[in-house]
């Protein structure tokens, strides 16, 4: 019995697929279309694609390199402890191919091999799974399960390790810039300003720039998002499933490192003299700059939520000098010869300044700030003290006095 191909034997029903190959074989024109030796219409074919549909995917970045720019740090001008750049997001949406993890080879451990034709795949079955299974030999299969699951974080341990080192080097790298750029931005103003300082002797700066400014800049967005929680945890190194104490006490430390690197790399100190030189030219117009010596933002309180402790030097800022007023958290705050005063903001403490060279046109910048320090010192007492309207009053008597004496001193030189 001979049986024609695309028909079925007898007795035997067609199946769907015949029926269907069936159709089409013998339909005359697929057999012209299919025949090599059918008769050539003479028409081209007409393609359907697009020449340059692939290049939205190249063109549609957004931004380009002036975004990462801006999203790396904080842009020229901003305010100095309210970072532009985005957070931690800022930090982690700058990444370069690098910095991406490495495709699996062929065959590679990090490489997927594709399921079989023409057999049922479970979902979420994969290929992984199917290599790490154990053999038929293995009878204990609680033990079987340890040693795969102990194969599965030998082969993402090292990979976790080195995504947890890259990660800080970005992070690192950001904070320094961020440090360098608010640094500039400070002396900036400052030079600006001191072009026309006009007549009242004093400018008010209400800028901070310390680790824990810094640190909330960088936890403010993690804090209320879980999968920038969880991608902070992968950068520091620390267990996803960490508390908010041990998140935050690796990150504390990661940034008093840079804080640390800051000061004593080549920018640090080159900036910082640079901004040193002009609170010297502030000196010589008689120009008193008054300025916060401490962080008094929210995550103080954040720190003490879950229970790290912290001291005064991670909320105390980079910008407090000798040559400026500042303003401090308690009276006992500055170490000599700095000086700092509690009890009033900047902009009060300002305006006390501004009606001593009212009061006495001939005060110096260290006059000013020797007067200050009298006024929050309990003589009696030998210890420091909040500055209130008494204090007040009595800088003012002192700044009267001083100027007789001036008087004095020059009619009787």
């Given at each position: 019995?001979?049986?024609?191909?695309?028909?079925?034997a007898p007795g035997i029903a067609p199946r769907p697929q015949q029926q269907q190959q069936q159709a089409l074989t013998n339909n005359?024109?697929?057999?012209?279309?299919?025949?090599?030796?059918?008769?050539?219409?003479?028409?081209?074919?007409?393609?359907?694609?697009?020449?340059?549909?692939?290049?939205?995917?190249?063109?549609?970045?957004?931004?380009?390199?002036?975004?990462?720019?801006?999203?790396?740090?904080?842009?020229?001008?901003?305010?100095?402890?309210?970072?532009?750049g985005g957070g931690f997001s800022g930090v982690e949406e700058n990444t370069n191919a690098r910095f991406k993890a490495p495709a699996?080879?062929?065959?590679?451990?990090?490489?997927?091999?594709?399921?079989?034709?023409?057999?049922?795949?479970?979902?979420?079955?994969?290929?992984?799974?199917?290599?790490?299974?154990?053999?038929?030999?293995?009878?204990?299969?609680?033990?079987?399960?340890?040693?795969?699951?102990?194969?599965?974080?030998?082969?993402?341990?090292?990979?976790?390790?080195?995504?947890?080192?890259?990660?800080?080097?970005?992070?690192?790298?950001?904070?320094?810039?961020?440090?360098?750029?608010?640094?500039?931005?400070?002396?900036?103003?400052?030079?600006?300003?001191?072009?026309?300082?006009?007549?009242?002797?004093?400018?008010?700066?209400?800028?901070?720039?310390?680790?824990?400014?810094?640190?909330?800049?960088?936890?403010?967005?993690?804090?209320?998002?879980?999968?920038?929680?969880?991608?902070?945890?992968?950068?520091?190194?620390?267990?996803?499933?960490?508390?908010?104490?041990?998140?935050?006490?690796?990150?504390?430390?990661?940034?008093?490192?840079?804080?640390?690197?800051?000061?004593?790399?080549?920018?640090?100190?080159?900036?910082?003299?640079?901004?040193?030189?002009?609170?010297?030219?502030?000196?010589?117009?008689?120009?008193?700059?008054?300025?916060?010596?401490?962080?008094?933002?929210?995550?103080?309180?954040?720190?003490?939520?879950?229970?790290?402790?912290?001291?005064?030097?991670?909320?105390?800022?980079?910008?407090?000098?000798?040559?400026?007023?500042?303003?401090?958290?308690?009276?006992?705050?500055?170490?000599?010869?700095?000086?700092?005063?509690?009890?009033?903001?900047?902009?009060?403490?300002?305006?006390?300044?501004?009606?001593?060279?009212?009061?006495?046109?001939?005060?110096?910048?260290?006059?000013?700030?020797?007067?200050?320090?009298?006024?929050?010192?309990?003589?009696?007492?030998?210890?420091?003290?909040?500055?209130?309207?008494?204090?007040?009053?009595?800088?003012?008597?002192?700044?009267?006095?001083?100027?007789?004496?001036?008087?004095?001193?020059?009619?009787?030189?």
């Amino acid at each position: 019995m001979s049986v024609r191909l695309g028909q079925p034997a007898p007795g035997i029903a067609p199946r769907p697929q015949q029926q269907q190959q069936q159709a089409l074989t013998n339909n005359p024109k697929v057999r012209e279309r299919e025949d090599p030796r059918a008769k050539d219409t003479g028409k081209g074919s007409s393609g359907t694609g697009k020449a340059g549909s692939g290049d939205k995917s190249v063109s549609g970045g957004g931004g380009g390199a002036k975004g990462l720019r801006n999203r790396d740090g904080m842009d020229n001008g901003g305010q100095v402890g309210a970072w532009n750049g985005g957070g931690f997001s800022g930090v982690e949406e700058n990444t370069n191919a690098r910095f991406k993890a490495p495709a699996g080879r062929a065959g590679g451990p990090g490489s997927q091999q594709q399921p079989l034709a023409g057999y049922p795949q479970r979902e979420g079955m994969q290929a992984q799974h199917l290599r790490e299974s154990p053999h038929a030999g293995q009878l204990d299969l609680p033990r079987g399960e340890q040693q795969q699951q102990r194969s599965a974080s030998e082969r993402e341990g090292p990979n976790a390790a080195q995504l947890a080192l890259e990660g800080r080097a970005r992070l690192r790298a950001a904070v320094l810039e961020r440090l360098l750029n608010g640094m500039k931005d400070v002396h900036g103003r400052l030079a600006k300003f001191l072009k026309t300082p006009g007549r009242l002797g004093v400018v008010n700066l209400s800028l901070v720039l310390s680790e824990s400014s810094l640190t909330y800049e960088l936890w403010k967005e993690p804090s209320g998002v879980p999968e920038r929680r969880a991608r902070m945890a992968q950068t520091l190194g620390v267990p996803v499933e960490a508390s908010d104490a041990q998140l935050l006490h690796a990150l504390t430390v990661e940034v008093h490192q840079c804080f640390e690197e800051f000061v004593s790399s080549r920018p640090g100190r080159e900036i910082r003299a640079e901004y040193e030189a002009v609170l010297e030219g502030y000196e010589a117009a008689g120009v008193l700059p008054v300025m916060p010596g401490f962080d008094t933002g929210p995550m103080q309180a954040e720190l003490t939520r879950v229970g790290l402790p912290h001291d005064k030097d991670f909320a105390r800022s980079l910008l407090i000098d000798p040559r400026i007023l500042a303003v401090g958290i308690s009276p006992d705050d500055g170490v000599p010869p700095q000086v700092m005063v509690a009890g009033l903001s900047v902009a009060q403490l300002g305006t006390i300044v501004a009606q001593l060279r009212r009061l006495n046109p001939r005060l110096t910048n260290t006059q000013v700030l020797n007067l200050m320090m009298l006024a929050s010192t309990d003589i009696k007492k030998a210890m420091r003290k909040a500055i209130g309207q008494s204090e007040v009053d009595g800088v003012q008597d002192m700044a009267r006095q001083l100027l007789r004496l001036q008087a004095v001193e020059l009619l009787f030189p």
